[in-house]
């Protein structure tokens, strides 16, 4: 019989120790961060699961490649190295490196589209939905149907509804729509997979239309390996050759290495346009560097280039995978309702039924998070009313967000199944003294952004 259990196919050589405090010492930090996780310390925090983003450990190979680093300011060997790790994977004509995801969206916002254009996604991470309304443009997210509902699993809830795309383009055609893109895995949908076919159908659309097809593809290798697990057809195909399927109906992508790039810092934009490419590359050199560096140390391009070769190893895959579905599972076995099934890089806690006494007003995700925190020093983040609820400037009078979700992201090969079973046994824990859970106010808040800077104020006493 082969043997069943799942390890973490990694051994440890260096350790960086993670500091215990009390809860006594939680309830003070909570308080004086004004009952807002951005706001802590993360020295006070023990187990981190705010982001999966640039928070990876980097393997032995990724350090050494960090020494082979050059820093020649234009045609660098890092480069080179870097664009063939990239090239093999993402098969367009021109790869330019950013700094981060956001700034490649960035320069492709800025070079194809302007006031009054649309924009669709499956649906836009808000620095895509950002950075095209910085163009005056609008970000039109087209989620298929069953993302709607949060409790009922379904293999592909990451699509994007292909009919409501069609009768857009059919509408408004070329002139209205600069470019279609698609984010995978969808990751404000519930870190949820694209399916192939729906790449592929999305694809066929937009060509026929004549327009222009992008990736978001942070999560390209997560939503490779949901590809083959899942969908019929791809049991016996590689990653390397899903992702490379994936690609081949896109015109160009967007990439953060911070997610699947396995890299703290980094990014890049890819292209088949010769001419975009041209402007792509003038602009970068404006704001982020020469187009062998683009903002990047030579060091980073090569933790790039070799994390971009280890993110699609299937046994690494495998463990993140399984692991993340775990802590989902042994949640939503004891009724702690999630978003179904669990995504690749996060669990999603559906707040407004774990906490139903709560209005979205009163913050449901805020008040799971305090709890969380100052159970166990867990620091998930609310994906809900205060980061998508909307505030009309005159009245101030608000509009929650569709669902008041606690996304608990789990960072890339730095936390163990124990980690991960203690903070099982945490949420187990605030969720039989959920009843006494009360409700927030906000006290203090920004005009945009507020999330990561507003102050909050417990309605009554914290139990
Ligand atoms: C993180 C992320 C981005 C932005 O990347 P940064 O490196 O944080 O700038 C864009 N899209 C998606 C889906 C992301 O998860």
């Given at each position: 019989m082969a043997i069943k259990t799942i390890i973490e196919p990694f051994r440890i050589k260096a350790v960086e120790p993670i500091r215990m405090t009390t809860r006594a010492e939680r309830e003070a930090r909570i308080r004086e961060a004004f009952y807002n996780v951005f706001l802590l310390h993360a020295d006070d925090v023990l187990i981190d699961l705010l982001t999966d983003s640039g928070t990876g450990a980097m393997s032995s190979d990724q350090w050494a490649a960090v020494m082979r680093g050059d820093e020649s300011y234009a045609g660098s060997p890092s480069f080179y190295r870097f664009e063939e790790s990239v090239k093999r994977l993402f098969p367009f004509k021109h790869i330019i490196p950013t700094h981060q995801g956001r700034a490649a969206e960035r320069i492709l916002f800025n070079v194809t589209c302007g006031p009054g254009q649309i924009v669709p996604n499956n649906t836009h991470f808000d620095t895509t939905r950002a950075n095209i309304e910085y163009r005056g443009a609008t970000a039109l997210d087209l989620p298929?149907?069953?993302?709607?509902?949060?409790?009922t699993p379904h293999p592909f809830k990451g699509n994007m509804d292909v009919a409501a795309l069609e009768r857009l383009l059919e509408g408004e055609g070329l002139e209205k729509v600069p470019l279609v893109m698609m984010t995978i895995t969808n990751n404000s949908g519930g870190g949820q997979p694209v399916a192939m076919a729906n790449v592929r159908a999305v694809s066929e659309i937009c060509h026929r239309y004549g327009i222009p097809f992008y990736i978001d593809a942070c999560r390209f290798a997560e939503n490779a390996y949901f590809v083959k697990q899942r969908e019929p057809g791809y049991a016996d195909k590689s990653v390397v050759d899903i992702a490379r399927e994936l690609m081949s109906y896109a015109d160009g992508c967007t990439m953060s290495a911070k997610k699947d790039g396995l890299a703290n810092i980094g990014g890049f934009l890819a292209t088949d346009d010769e001419e975009l490419a041209r402007q792509e590359k003038d602009l970068l050199i404006l704001t982020e560097g020469y187009p062998t560096y683009g903002g990047l140390a030579g060091r980073d391009l090569e933790a790039i280039a070799v994390g971009l070769e280890e993110v699609v190893h299937e046994d690494y895959l495998q463990y993140r995978i399984v692991s993340t579905g775990y802590l989902g599972k042994h949640i939503s076995r004891e009724g702690v309702p999630i978003v179904q099934p669990p995504g690749g890089h996060a669990v999603y806690i559906d707040c407004s039924a774990f906490l139903p006494q709560l209005e979205p007003l009163q913050y449901p995700g805020i008040a799971l998070a305090v709890e969380l925190y100052v159970e166990a020093g867990i620091r998930g983040v609310e994906i809900g009313s205060v980061m998508f609820g909307q505030v009309e400037p005159e009245s101030g009078e608000e509009t929650p967000a569709e669902k008041e979700l606690l996304r608990l992201a789990i960072p890339r090969r730095v936390y163990t199944q124990s980690h991960i079973d203690y903070v099982v046994e945490a949420i187990l824990e605030v969720w039989k003294r959920r009843e006494g859970i009360g409700g927030y106010r906000i006290s203090y808040q920004a005009p945009f952004l507020r999330h990561f800077t507003a102050r909050f104020e417990p309605l009554g006493a914290r139990a």
């Open positions: 298929c149907a069953e993302s709607h509902d949060i409790a």
